[in-house]
């Protein structure tokens, strides 16, 4: 009864979770509060609907004890993993769906066998563990499938990027107004990065530190090579434009390099599909006719 009883606390609080944070997704809370205040239609903690008095609350009070038991070297690398993917959720929003999906969905899956009449054995719990396990992979395997695929996006622009840098410093721009016209004419994750940078900067934070920041964020070598080269050539007062030229043409060389790279895995990456699929297909269309008449000559 115990079981059955938890499972059905852990079911409700698993699909309630989910879908405030399906809901989430669709604005931003601070976004909504504050629309709401400009139109002075705030209301109190009482006039809240049920999900923001109760649910989010204690979904912040299990978030903040699934925290506190994490290790905090893990817990820091989340959040340095989760500036890398563009900072899609907050630390505590990723460890509630973590939370969500690790002890959650694991428990309502024991409490609907248990419900359907099924005898909580050793196989039913085994199962629960893997679950488990499976729900504390999913998150983190989908945070590195973002950040891989920004850092990709990151990559393929910077090319683009050190031209356009290049050209207007050559024209006779600052470096700022070089890297304001990327922020205009191009689009992606790059792009907003170089849009905070300037914030930042416009702010009265320091230049060197927003670049810093920038690619400790992106984790792209070749766009920390080129942030270290900028702020030498500031601190050694070289020439910008020719630093720019330099590290526009090397990134070319290395992308062409990781193209003949990549060129060179292919035939090795199609061994496997050709043994696994192309061969066996083959063999059976042109010995398939063979070996039938062969059987039935036996046969006769």
Not at 222 to 250: D, K, M, N, P, Y
Request: hydrophobic letters at 55%; proline letters at 4%; one cysteine or more.
């Amino acid at each position: 009864m115990l079981v059955e009883i938890s499972g059905a606390v852990a079911a409700f609080f698993a699909v309630s979770c989910t879908l405030l944070w399906m809901a989430g997704l669709r604005g931003s809370p601070a976004e909504a509060r504050l629309g709401r205040i400009a139109q002075g239609t705030h209301r109190t903690s009482i006039d809240a609907p049920f999900s923001e008095r109760v649910m989010i609350p204690v979904l912040g009070t299990f978030t903040n004890m699934f925290i506190e038991l994490m290790p905090h070297t893990f817990v820091q690398r989340i959040s340095r993993q989760l500036l890398a993917a563009g900072s899609p959720m907050t630390t505590s929003g990723f460890f509630a769906a973590l939370l969500i999906t690790t002890v959650f969905f694991p428990l309502a899956f024991v409490a609907f066998l248990a419900l359907v009449g099924a005898e909580i054995s050793v196989l039913m719990v085994m199962l629960a563990l893997v679950l488990a396990g499976v729900g504390f992979l999913l998150p983190i395997t989908v945070l590195q499938l973002v950040i891989g695929s920004r850092k990709t996006a990151i990559w393929k622009r910077l090319a683009d990027a050190f031209d356009l840098i290049t050209v207007s410093v050559e024209a006779g721009l600052g470096l700022d107004a070089a890297m304001r016209q990327v922020a205009e004419k191009l689009r992606g994750p790059l792009a907003d990065e170089i849009g905070q940078v300037l914030r930042e900067v416009g702010m009265g934070r320091p230049r060197r530190e927003a670049l810093e920041d920038m690619a400790a964020r992106c984790q792209v070598r070749e766009l920390e090579t080129f942030v270290h080269a900028v702020i030498q050539a500031e601190q050694l007062g070289t020439s910008l434009g020719r630093v720019l030229r330099a590290q526009a043409l090397s990134l070319r060389v290395r992308r062409r390099q990781k193209a003949q790279e990549l060129a060179r895995r292919a035939p090795v990456k199609l061994v496997f599909p050709l043994v696994l699929l192309i061969m066996p297909t083959f063999f059976i269309i042109t010995l398939g006719p063979v070996a039938v008449r062969f059987f039935d000559y036996l046969s006769d």
